[in-house]
């Protein structure tokens, strides 16, 4: 096992840990009702690609984390674990500046008029159904794992592997179906960008 990097500290861990969920909660919250009108140089859902990428390397580390765990390569399982918390990081500035500089697109709006008719929601067909359950899903979700990610890293780096390792049971596989589901959700609304 790998030697501790943090001191243990449980109330000052959750108070950053709570206190880092809630804002990013709030910041998510807020973009519903926040647009912001900067031109840019680039074609903005360049920032869902980038989203789309940067989940799929997540899901990827995942994966590879949880091979290296299980081969008992621990510094590798750790160097992953901690690039993929980056890549998340990274992940949700892009997400916020998405959704900050570009207004919602509807599933299904083949013509780009903001409006979703019969006559589209029929040639989308049951590619709209798996979109929303996989939407439904992968949003609540992804704002609930947050905490869990933070609270399970921070239980690896204070040396506390067997509460580790109980919380990743929990937390990886959310954590792995949120970053798959991400990029699902991409390929399956991007056609539908302006």
């Given amino acids: 096992m790998l030697q501790p990097v943090l001191v243990k500290n449980d109330r000052k861990a959750n108070i950053f840990i709570f206190s880092v969920s809630i804002v990013v909660f709030v910041a998510v919250t807020a973009l519903s009702t926040i647009q912001l009108d900067v ?3 680039f074609d903005v859902h360049y920032f869902a690609l980038a989203n789309a990428v940067l989940n799929s390397a997540v899901a990827l580390l995942l994966v590879w984390a949880l091979i290296a765990v299980k081969s008992k390569n621990f510094k590798l399982h750790k160097t992953l674990m901690l690039l993929a918390i980056i890549l998340s990081v990274l992940f949700l500035v892009s997400y916020i500046a998405h959704h900050l500089l ?3 697109t509807k599933f299904g709006d ?4 903001n409006l979703v008719s019969a006559e589209e ?8 159904t798996l979109y ?12 609930l794992i947050l905490p869990f990610i933070l609270f399970t890293a921070y239980r690896a780096l204070i040396g506390e592997y067997t509460k580790h390792k109980k919380l990743a049971r929990f937390t990886w596989p959310v954590w792995f179906f949120v970053a798959v589901s991400g990029v699902i959700v ?3 609304i991007s056609p539908y960008y302006d």
């Fill in 186 to 188: 991409y390929v399956l």
């Fill in 39 to 41: 031109p840019l140089p």
């Fill in 121 to 128: 929601k029929l040639a989308v067909g049951n590619s709209r």
């Fill in 132 to 143: 929303y359950i996989l939407l439904l899903t992968h949003i609540p979700l992804a704002g």
């Fill in 102 to 104: 570009t207004t919602s």
């Fill in 110 to 113: 083949i013509n780009h008029d």
